[in-house]
């Protein structure tokens, strides 16, 4: 994909669909399947470096560290020209909106420790994943894989761990903030909001959750109104 980063603003949470980007598309508006640990063409990855760690004897906490200064860098790297900017969590209440707030963190477990007799070496059951969420105007928002964006269930102060379905995120959180970029701000067109509207309506009708029907029946008739504006 060109502009992987958005760098050019041409992409927005209405006009990319929502399973084309993943928490940190969304969190950091690049609206891309976003991974933290691909370095450009770099096979480098938190199972295969957890695993390395594993095997030198390294301890969770400083797996945790590891990681997490690994994935600040490559923060730092890829969006120094939004005035990146890691924050203590203290700090928060301080924090204007005029910037995203931005908090990231994951989680790895080792099972079934193995020996690999073609080439004698240690491989370890290597569980682990990532998650973004971030504050605008207030609230905090996160987007799960492929699912609609929502609103966070905790706003004011978060438990130990972050439960995300059967997913519990419990390393320590890096904060930072980024410049918003000027392509959030941006009105959609009516052909837009139409497009948008109808996208939905058939994500929607794909489920078979009885909530719904209630969802769909609101969506239709926001687009019945954008339909009569068209005229």
Known sequence: MSDFLNKKMGRTE???????????????STYTWYLPYTEWGDDWSHADRINELLCEGASESDIYSIILDHDKAVFEEQFADRNITFVDEEDIPYISDDVDLIAY???YTADDEYVDSAN???YY???TDFHFRVRRKGVWYEKRGMTEIRKCEYNDYWPDYWQCGNLCY???ILYFT???????KKAMTLEEKIQHCENRIARLKMRSEVKNAVLINKAEKELAKLKNLER
């Not at 980024?178 to 959030?184: E, F, M, P, Y």
């Open 170 to 172: 419990d390393s320590p």
């Open 105 to 107: 963190r994951f989680y």
């Open 14 to 28: 209405y006009n990319t669909e929502v399973y084309s980007y993943n928490c940190g598309g969304y969190a950091l």
């Open 125 to 127: 059951d290597i569980d």
């Open 120 to 122: 004698d070496e240690v």
């Open 178 to 184: 980024l410049d918003k970029l000027l392509t959030g």
